[in-house]
């Protein structure tokens, strides 16, 4: 069931997220800037081809080797630091090092240039170790939790798109720097040092902007009056115990693990499979390099939006197991375009996989806990991948190239190629860890996987199986929608179709009372109170008047739904829109139209139509039924596959036009005319 603002948009609206995303955009600008700048000054302080290759490793090396030592324990002082305070000072400290890497390269020798070089690599992956646990436990205290997906697809995209953006910085900055070398002697002999200074001046950027956000502070589990806080090792101790007892957890972190490697396999192994088994060069894989990232940026970006309301629990471990078997296609088809299209793919489902799995962790771990579980994800990926990265290759060149004949008449053999078998066990193994993951994980228990892939592939409504067809129709007061109902009861009717024309609240005997309540100008009713007594009216009308009608094969047109409640009561009252969905959801058991027609019209016009004698929702300020228009659009917004809106301030006849047409081609073949 949709809820208001779910996607991006939605929350690039929220001023404190908006201005931490800028802070996290700047800084993964500066990380792969740093990343190319660092690998690139260590090649040119050393001289032979191995020295080359073993300073760019070392490089490597000291980047990851933070994330053995120090992962877990980042996560767990995120948990216990003001989040502001230690991402400001991270960002700081690595505005400090990048600066001083050219500063010290250019008064002292090219051996001791290249130790300190290592040295704050070291350093800054340190710092950023602590950055990303503090970052990614502020943002689910930043947005609603139906806004979280969409705010996690942002942060991943702001991740993974900076990074062509900073190679491309990289390459002007090195062309500028090679212009200002023929008149200025420090330029030529410092070529990547004018990278390394816009680099830290992105760190310094990100730290003034955070520091001007107002984020809240780690919430901190109770504790008896006079009891000392736990150490930090006890904290961690605790984020680890929490995980091993968690299914959600270990069904995510075992996930994430597998996606990761599968991705990983590729990048190591990419080089050799393009010459070995696809004989092809550098473009090849080049090729292969790319389809990975923009395969990642696709899932990401896309995957939560085809995923519409599948369950997030069920579909982690089903990416898993797609990146699994693409991957596994991958290793048994030579051909360069099936392998560019397969590497596509893995990188796409590993990306679905991630993004979803960043937004349970955020959504179901409690605040106090969920920077130690953001370290300890964090440091195993880096583990992981650095022994994907380093066991793969080696496992590869251990089986090598082999040539097995086969018994029979004739020179019949198969050949095996090293890169082949190693990532057809990589793909095999993430198949088989999503299969856990997903048996860990799943919600819905009794209801199959392949059902609700071909509910969602037919763009149907989680509604049960029922022959009829189900309509609403929504909008602010003054929208037409009682004369649209009339019009569209006859036409229905004409075509030979049993309708049922109803509303809410009201529709039944309880509802009517229950009517009278909520529209009585006298009656005095808070927030909640009201979202309740919608629920009542609406469990009662599904119930009585919705089902019965939908078993029997009817077209029911209901004037109002569900998404009036996260409307009025989400945005116009302000309380929580995924609470109300919620209510909602349990009230209806999860039954929800096959279309809604959102009838948009100004509340200012709106408002002048409803009459002189206004009940007690129409007598709410304009702002209020402002809120209520914007929360109609988010909804309309968050799912347009299933949403028609119609501008209401159009003659009668075009607006029933734009139903009809619609309505046309989701009903069944008129009764009057079958044979």
């Known amino acids: 069931m949709p809820v208001p603002g779910r996607g991006p948009r939605a929350a690039l609206r929220n001023e404190r997220f908006r201005k931490l995303y800028c802070a996290l955009a700047l800084s993964s600008f500066g990380d792969w800037l740093g990343f190319l700048a660092t690998t690139a000054l260590a090649t040119q302080l050393v001289d032979t081809f191995a020295s080359k290759a073993y300073a760019t490793g070392g490089v490597l090396v000291f980047r990851l080797l933070p994330a053995v030592l120090f992962g877990p324990l980042a996560g767990a002082y995120a948990d216990r630091w003001d989040r502001r305070r230690t991402m400001v000072t991270c960002d700081v400290i690595r505005f400090g090092l990048f600066l001083s890497i050219p500063l010290v390269g250019s008064v002292t020798t090219r051996n001791t240039a290249l130790l300190y070089l290592l040295a704050a690599s070291f350093l800054i992956e340190t710092a950023s170790l602590f950055w990303i646990p503090a970052k990614e436990a502020s943002v689910p205290n930043l947005v609603p939790r139906e806004q979280l997906e969409g705010a996690n697809q942002l942060t991943l995209i702001a991740t993974y798109a900076s990074a062509p953006v900073a190679a491309a910085v990289f390459a002007f900055l090195s062309l500028l720097s090679r212009w200002l070398g023929s008149g200025v002697e420090y330029f030529r002999t410092g070529p990547v040092d004018l990278a390394l200074y816009v680099n830290a001046a992105t760190f310094l950027f990100a730290a003034l902007t955070v520091y001007r956000l107002d984020l809240p502070s780690p919430k901190v589990a109770d504790r008896p009056v006079g009891q000392a806080p736990p150490t930090i090792f006890h904290s961690l101790r605790e984020g680890l115990s929490f995980m091993g007892r968690t299914p959600l957890a270990r069904g995510l972190l075992v996930g994430m693990l597998g996606a990761l490697a599968a991705g990983g396999a590729i990048i190591a192994l990419g080089k050799l499979f393009a010459e070995s088994v696809l004989a092809g060069g550098d473009a090849a894989y080049g090729l292969l390099f790319g389809s990975i990232f923009l395969g990642i940026a696709a899932g990401v970006a896309l995957g939560p939006k085809a995923l519409g309301d599948l369950s997030r629990r069920r579909v982690f471990g089903p990416s898993i197991v797609g990146a699994g078997a693409s991957l596994i296609f991958m290793s048994l088809v030579p051909n360069l375009f099936l392998a560019t299209l397969a590497t596509f793919f893995v990188g796409a489902f590993a990306g679905v996989a991630y993004v979803v799995g960043i937004t349970l962790l955020g959504l179901e771990i409690e605040d106090e806990l969920r920077g130690r579980m953001f370290g300890l994800v964090q440091s195993l990926m880096r583990i992981d991948l650095l022994l994907v990265t380093a066991v793969t290759p080696f496992a590869a060149g251990l089986i090598g190239t082999r040539s097995i004949g086969l018994p029979g008449d004739g020179p019949a053999v198969i050949s095996i190629n090293g890169v082949s078998v190693v990532l057809f066990v990589g793909g095999l193994l993430g198949v088989v860890v999503g299969i856990v993951s997903f048996r860990q994980m799943d919600d819905r228990r009794g209801v199959s996987l392949r059902s609700d892939l ?86 009662q009308h599904v119930a009585e008047v919705i089902r019965p009608a939908l078993r029997r094969g009817a077209v029911v047109v209901t004037d109002r739904y569900v998404d009036s409640s996260l409307a009025y009561q989400g945005a116009g009252r302000e309380l929580e829109a995924a609470d109300v969905a919620k209510l909602s959801r349990w009230a209806t058991g999860g039954l929800v139209p096959d279309l809604v027609v959102l009838l948009d019209v100004d509340p200012v016009v709106g408002l002048a139509r409803a009459g002189s004698e206004p009940d007690r929702i129409e007598a709410e300020s304009l702002a209020f039924h402002e809120r209520v228009r914007q929360g109609f659009l988010d909804l309309a917004e968050s799912d347009p596959d299933r949403y028609l809106v119609v501008p209401a301030d159009q003659p009668v006849q075009v607006v029933q036009e734009a139903l009809r047409t619609r309505l046309a081609a989701l009903l069944p073949a008129p009764l009057l005319t079958r044979a």
């Open 454 to 539: 071909l509910r969602r592939l037919r763009r149907a409504p989680d509604r049960g199986d029922y022959p009829g067809t189900f309509v609403a129709l929504e909008g602010g007061e003054g929208g037409g929608k009682s004369t649209q109902l009339r019009l569209l009861e006859a036409w229905l009717a004409e075509r030979g179709h049993e309708v049922v024309v109803t509303r809410e609240p009201g529709a039944t005997a309880a509802g009517a009372r229950v009517r009278a309540l909520l529209l009585d100008p006298a009656a005095q009713l808070s927030p909640r109170a009201e979202a309740l007594l919608y629920a009542a009216d609406r469990a």
